[in-house]
Nanobody
Framework: QVQLVESGGGLVQAGGSLRLSCAAS??????MGWYRQAPGKQRELVARISSGGTNSADSVKGRFTISKDSANDTVYLQMNSLKPEDTAVYYC???????????WGQGTQVTVSS
């Protein structure tokens, strides 16, 4: 059974930092990442990491860093210099290419106050 367990969301003032964690289990994941969805908006990619490297949205470059502990299949998102527009529900994503399946975490709320 695949599980993605997220933690680390919360309320922070603009300019502050948060670190999200996502521990994955139950499959072999070829890529992991974070997406976010703000009210009234579509879910969007924040950052992703795979054996090919990392990529991130232009809106977070220079502020957010994605990393992974491969021994534990845990992915982290270090978020610095947070802005009110970063407010959203953040979802962990993990991909199993061999089965062609995307897995999603339950989501964690990040709220940045101005």
């Amino acid at each position: 059974q695949v599980q993605l367990v997220e933690s680390g969301g919360g309320l922070v003032q603009a300019g502050g930092s948060l670190r999200l964690s996502c521990a994955a289990s139950g499959s072999i994941f070829n890529a992991m990442g974070w997406y976010r969805q703000a009210p009234g908006k579509q879910r969007e990619l924040v950052a992703r990491i795979s054996s090919g490297g990392t990529n991130s949205a232009d809106s977070v470059k220079g502020r957010f860093t994605i990393s992974k502990d491969s021994a534990n299949d845990t992915v982290y998102l270090q978020m610095n210099s947070l802005k009110p527009e970063d407010t959203a529900v953040y979802y962990c994503n993990a991909r199993d290419y061999s089965r062609g399946i995307n897995f999603w975490g339950q989501g964690t709320q990040v709220t940045v106050s101005s």
